[in-house]
């Protein structure tokens, strides 16, 4: 799997963290974040980032801010790509499993290191369950294309 991990000013220390775990698990990851605390804006490494997993030069993207709010948003942005802030393991694990998340936007701020790696685990190794889930994710695409949910008929 391909890992693409960006991170503003705030989460430089646990964007480190999270690539040496995902180095030491074996993933091909690249990292797109400074290794200094410089002023770096959200938007520029959501950017990097998201663009990265829509245009499918990464798999799954990994995003470190402050709050993890704003590079969420920002991500939602690009076509494809499903991001969710995850504040603990169930979030993580629920945004795989129920809603394919592709991008996992983290709050360093508010999630000490063994967490961070905790979270980024539980988002790795949990599979999207399809079913009931699927409907729902087509009718997602529908809003991304600009369409009605409403007008979704199975096939």
Excluded at 11 to 33: C, D, F, N, P, T
Excluded at 75 to 92: E, I, L, M
Excluded at 104 to 111: T, Y
Aim: charged fraction near 25%; proline fraction near 3%.
């Amino acid at each position: 799997m391909r890992i693409i991990v960006g991170a503003d000013h705030r989460g430089v220390k646990g964007a480190i963290e999270v690539v040496e775990m995902l180095q030491s698990l074996r993933y091909e990851v690249q990292y797109v974040g400074h290794l200094d605390q410089t002023l770096v804006d959200y938007p520029d490494q959501a950017f990097l980032v998201a663009s990265a997993v829509s245009q499918g030069r990464a798999d799954r993207g990994i995003l470190l801010s402050g709050s993890g709010i704003g590079t969420c948003v920002t991500s939602n942005k690009f076509t494809g790509v499903r991001a969710v802030v995850a504040y603990d393991q169930w979030s993580a694990e629920i945004s795989r499993a129920h809603h394919d998340c592709n991008v996992l936007c983290l709050p360093a701020d508010l999630v000490g290191p063994a967490e961070l790696r905790k979270i980024v685990g539980k988002w790795l190794v949990t599979e999207f369950e399809g079913g009931r889930h699927e409907r729902r994710l087509r009718k997602v695409h529908m809003v991304e294309q600009g369409l009605d949910p409403h007008a979704y008929r199975e096939e």
